[in-house]
């Protein structure tokens, strides 16, 4: 049976209930796990990146662990941070070299990211013109216990613009 530690006897001050615990001291360079926790994201995740050649010359030890430095888990954040902008693979590759070119020119990032926001407003403009023809779609179908559905018959009609929903009824009625 092992005796408690004194709280005197510790070397480090206990956390306070409510605030998080200081970070601890690290030693440089850090197996992947460790590594990963830092960047905030999963030791496949560094692995798949470290394949794409996003992350390169990482050290091994003799056991052939990989090792990586604090410059690694800096290009891990940036990495996930671009990644959490929805930039594509190729567009973290370039956006690294440019981050690591120290001659580059801002409007050569600047190309990239307005590029990238061109990109995201006609996806937006996509799923806007996808929401509203759901909208009528659910908008037409009564959602009572007839079998009849003015979704399933738009999605069965194998079209891929939406047709004019308009109930059977109200054309019955012109």
Same mark, same amino acid.
């Given at each position: 049976?092992?005796?408690?530690t004194?709280?005197?006897?510790?070397?480090?001050p206990?956390?306070?209930p409510?605030?998080?615990?200081?970070?601890?001291a690290i030693s440089w360079?850090v197996?992947?796990?460790?590594?990963?926790?830092?960047a905030?994201?999963s030791?496949?995740?560094?692995?798949?990146y470290?394949?794409?050649?996003l992350?390169?010359?990482?050290a091994?030890?003799?056991?052939?662990y990989?090792?990586?430095?604090?410059?690694?888990?800096?290009?891990?954040?940036?990495?996930?941070r671009?990644r959490?902008l929805?930039?594509?693979?190729?567009?973290?590759?370039?956006?690294l070299?440019?981050w690591?070119?120290?001659?580059r020119a801002?409007?050569?990032?600047?190309r990239i990211?307005?590029?990238?926001?061109?990109e995201?407003s006609?996806?937006i403009?996509?799923?806007?013109?996808m929401? &509203?023809?759901?909208?009528t779609?659910?908008s037409?179908?009564? +959602? #009572?216990?007839?079998?009849?559905c003015?979704?399933?018959?738009?999605l069965?009609? +194998? #079209?891929s613009?939406? &047709?004019?929903?308009?109930?059977?009824?109200?054309?019955s009625?012109?």
């Amino acid at each position: 049976m092992t005796t408690p530690t004194p709280q005197h006897a510790r070397t480090t001050p206990a956390p306070t209930p409510g605030k998080p615990a200081a970070p601890r001291a690290i030693s440089w360079p850090v197996p992947i796990g460790v590594a990963a926790r830092r960047a905030g994201i999963s030791a496949r995740m560094v692995r798949h990146y470290e394949s794409l050649g996003l992350i390169s010359g990482v050290a091994r030890t003799d056991s052939g662990y990989r090792q990586y430095t604090e410059a690694d888990v800096h290009a891990l954040h940036f990495i996930r941070r671009s990644r959490d902008l929805g930039f594509s693979m190729e567009e973290i590759a370039e956006l690294l070299g440019l981050w690591h070119d120290r001659s580059r020119a801002s409007s050569q990032v600047k190309r990239i990211a307005q590029q990238h926001i061109d990109e995201l407003s006609e996806r937006i403009a996509q799923m806007q013109a996808m929401q &509203r023809s759901l909208q009528t779609l659910v908008s037409c179908c009564k +959602g #009572n216990d007839r079998p009849d559905c003015p979704i399933l018959d738009d999605l069965a009609a +194998g #079209n891929s613009e939406p &047709r004019s929903v308009v109930p059977r009824k109200m054309l019955s009625n012109k």
